[in-house]
Nanobody, 127 residues
Framework: QVQLAESGGGLVQAGGSLRLSCAAS????????MAWFRQAPGKEREFVAA????????SYADSVKGRFTISRDNAKDTVYLQMNSLKPEDTAVYYC????????????????????WGQGTQVTVSS
């Protein structure tokens, strides 16, 4: 089992940048595929980005491709989301999530595909 804690959210102007971090505690972080989802008020939770357990493969939602970068440091049990060129429509609560997937190569993008969730961190982008 793994526990997740996000940090780094805040208020930023459009065009600015933020870096979210997600610290994991528990066992075998390097065996988990990690992902970020977000949920805006009145909307369903949606996929943002994912990174395979080894860090070798990533995937992104079309809405953030080219602006956001997901990365991980298995030595620090931490996953990051670098967000650049932020837009007001990026405003949401961002959640870190994990799925045990050691040895697999497919990157999942569904809410139900992930087992462990953090509490979320608010990102607000002003226009």
């Amino acid at each position: 089992q793994v526990q997740l804690a996000e940090s780094g959210g805040g208020l930023v102007q459009a065009g600015g940048s933020l870096r979210l971090s997600c610290a994991a505690s528990g066992r075998s972080f390097s065996m988990y595929t990690m992902a970020w989802f977000r949920q805006a008020p009145g909307k369903e939770r949606e996929f943002v980005a994912a990174i395979i357990w080894s860090g070798g493969t990533t995937s992104y939602a079309d809405s953030v491709k080219g602006r956001f970068t997901i990365s991980r440091d298995n030595a620090k049990d931490t996953v990051y989301l670098q967000m650049n060129s932020l837009k007001p429509e990026d405003t949401a609560v961002y959640y870190c999530t994990a799925r045990y997937q050691y040895g697999g190569s497919y990157l999942y993008s569904g809410v139900r595909d992930y087992n462990y969730w953090g509490q979320g961190t608010q990102v607000t982008v002003s226009s």
